[in-house]
């Protein structure tokens, strides 16, 4: 089936190319990090994760929010999705291959990544993230290749691909509690330490994901003949509402137990993110750009009329997305190490080259998912033919 | 657990090499501990016959000893011996041992009434060797790993620089080689005596481990005037447990549970 991705059209070509060009550049920064050393990126010894295991964050929550296609079909029988699922489960893949490469680039010494294999720590958390990740990978390219292989030949999946379905939905779920297991289990870091955040990670995810679905089936409405459908794009739209929601009330959760506690742990790092201390505030107009999307999407989505106009639910989509990258993408990570262990106040600001590294690594997963998305529109074109 | 994997693994490998279990105490070469144990020979240092033993070693500040000048002889020693390179990029900075005021060694005992003495007077901080540490609990690679005499070390051959440790530290205590040590005249003076390390990875206070086997105590201890003693507080007559047991000592951050091994005296 691969194939179907090396016949398309001259503005496809172009496109791939333009990606080639970006993931080059990228790539070209990532060989003068490796040259130079992670002092390239504007982390430091006080905020020494930034931008990129931020957008692992993220990412990782865009894989899991396939799931939200997966559980209406197979578990609620819910026939319409049955279009989409294959579209979702390659959105997971690529989105876990970008996670993986942001773990990659992010690490001091790349070429021991397999140190993680060779001496296995399960009292480690990132062991365990490395376990479910791949664990995902397997299962998202294995069952979504073989139902598209199956729909090309118009017969059902074959049987054992089924318990792999299932499996797939829990597993779903735990690439993103393990994400949040990362950093709530640390002692020292009061903005983290909160059982919210494993549930708030969710369902953030379960806005951005399908959002992003949501734009992936315009897109490709757009420029091909595959119409992922009204109901199907309704439905999905139904479920960014709901999770919208939910994530914007875990986060109120958070804010009345820092604010009504008072306990400085908790409260400065909140402070730090919408009022800014000390003098730093670099995050607090995008922390409260990122509230304001949060909030106008979600009357947009609420209101029926709005909902169902799809050009609105367009720009809907692509404001929740950017509210909840702003939230996890850009304040999460910072936040947690601001103000530092000894209380005092140094602030992260990514670089250039580490802005470009982190383009190339999203135009490597935009690649990635072209070239899937390409051999499913080949084939459903094929079935209509 | 941890401790008796790797000394089994220990004793596997040195009977596989035929050695005597005597030359375990004080024959062994480092490269020979490497062979056995899988690592690097700077984690692990020949102990000689003299070298200092403990069950928990630990040590207590006196701050009412200290002054600036004192703690300014402290932290160069301590990073001109251990070969800590010098960034002019605050960013890049890598600190074993430094100090900093009260408020910011006690975060959570800030007091609006604070004694005089304390407000501006210098303080110490460095690697607590927690009991129960969590940078050991993060690390993937049991790159960072607790000895058997509850020293933290770092093999700084096996980390992958992934910088967990340096989230779950609660006292930023780690620091990361964010440039390559190596280059720019970094380090002046360099001792061949002690590994120099190289970019990507971790590194902090190891409390001496490489002078302790060879039966001196911490080098910061040595100059310290008197204000850092060092010893077992396993131990009831050692002189870490007299001043414990006669003086109200403090801890950093000891709600959080890590046990730190650094105390405080006020």
Redesign the interface.
């Given at each position: 089936m691969l194939e179907k991705a090396l016949k398309g059209s001259k503005a496809y070509w172009i496109w791939v190319l333009a990606l080639l060009v970006v993931i080059t550049v990228g790539f070209y920064f990532y060989l003068r990090q490796l040259d130079?050393?992670?002092?390239i990126?504007?982390?430091?010894?006080?905020v020494?994760?930034g931008f990129y295991i931020a957008q692992f964050t993220f990412l990782v929550g865009i894989a899991a929010g396939g799931v939200m296609v997966a559980i209406p079909h197979y578990l609620h029988d819910y026939k319409a999705f049955g279009k989409i699922t294959v579209l979702a489960e390659f959105l997971a893949v690529a989105s876990v291959l970008m996670c993986m490469m942001f773990?990659i680039v992010?690490?001091?010494?790349?070429m021991?990544?397999l140190?993680?294999i060779?001496?296995p720590?399960p009292?480690?958390?990132?062991?365990w993230d490395?376990i479910v990740l791949s664990g995902y990978l397997f299962l998202n390219i294995v069952v979504g290749w073989n139902v598209l292989d199956a729909e090309r030949n118009s017969v059902p999946p074959p049987a054992w691909v089924k318990p792999l379905i299932y499996i797939s939905i829990p597993w779903a779920i735990s690439i993103h509690t393990v994400t949040a297991f990362?950093?709530c289990g640390?002692?020292?870091?009061g903005f983290w330490l909160t059982a919210v955040l494993a549930p708030r990670f969710l369902a953030s995810a379960f806005a951005a994901g399908p959002a992003f679905l949501i734009l992936l089936c315009f897109v490709v409405r757009k420029f091909t003949k595959f119409d992922a459908g009204r109901e199907q794009i309704q439905a999905l739209a139904k479920i960014v509402t709901y999770a919208m929601i939910i994530n914007l009330f875990f986060f109120l959760c958070e804010v009345f137990v820092a604010i009504y506690s008072q306990i400085?742990?908790h409260l400065e790092h909140l402070e730090y993110l919408f009022f800014g201390l000390d003098g730093h505030n670099f995050l607090v107009p995008w922390m409260w750009t990122s509230i304001a999307l949060i909030v106008v999407t979600i009357i947009l989505l609420l209101n029926p009329a709005s909902r169902r106009n799809e050009t609105v639910l367009g720009f809907t989509c692509v404001g929740a997305i950017v509210g909840i990258w702003i939230d996890k993408g850009l304040g999460m990570i910072t936040g947690?190490?601001v103000p530092?262990?000894?209380?005092?106040v140094?602030e992260y600001i990514p670089t250039k080259p580490e802005i470009l590294i982190t383009i190339g690594v999203y135009a490597a997963g935009l690649f990635a998912l072209t070239i899937l998305y390409k051999v499913v529109v080949g084939v459903k074109a094929e079935l209509t033919a | 657990m941890e401790n008796n994997r790797r000394n089994f693994l220990k004793f596997a490998g040195v009977s596989v090499l035929g050695l005597g279990s005597l030359s375990l105490i004080d024959g062994l070469t480092s490269d020979d501990v490497v062979a056995s144990s899988g690592q690097s020979p700077e984690a692990t240092f020949k102990k000689s016959k003299n070298a200092l033993t403990a069950k928990r070693w630990g040590m207590v500040i006196d701050t009412r000893k200290l002054n600036s000048q004192i703690c300014r002889k402290i932290e160069k020693a301590c990073h001109q011996v251990h070969n800590v390179p010098h960034h002019e990029d605050k960013r890049h900075e890598i600190k074993w041992i430094w100090d900093t005021h009260y408020k910011h060694v006690f975060p959570g005992k800030q007091d609006e009434f604070l004694a005089e003495r304390l407000k501006e007077l210098p303080i110490p901080v460095l690697c607590n060797h927690c009991a129960n540490p969590p940078c050991v609990q993060a690390c993937p690679t049991q790159a960072t790993f607790q000895r058997e005499d509850g020293i933290v070390m770092m093999d700084f051959h096996r980390c992958i620089g992934c910088r967990f440790c340096m989230a779950a530290c609660p006292y930023g205590s780690r620091s990361f080689n964010f440039r390559d040590p190596r280059l720019d005249d970094a380090i002046k003076n360099e001792n061949t005596e002690f590994p120099t390390r190289m970019k990507g990875v971790v590194e902090k206070c190891n409390f001496c481990a490489e002078r302790l086997a060879v039966g001196k105590q911490p080098l910061c201890v040595e100059v310290s005037e008197g204000a850092l003693v060092f010893g077992d507080l396993e131990d009831p007559q050692s002189e870490v447990r007299q001043l414990l047991k006669e003086n109200y000592a403090i801890r950093r951050k000891q709600n959080l549970g890590t046990n730190p091994s650094v105390y405080y005296l006020v």
């Open positions: 130079f050393g992670l002092g990126t504007g982390m430091s010894r006080d020494s994760w773990i992010d690490l001091g010494q790349p021991r990544f140190n993680v060779f001496y720590t009292h480690s958390m990132l062991f490395m990362l950093y640390l002692p020292g870091r400085p742990e947690g190490f530092n262990p000894l209380n005092q140094h | -």
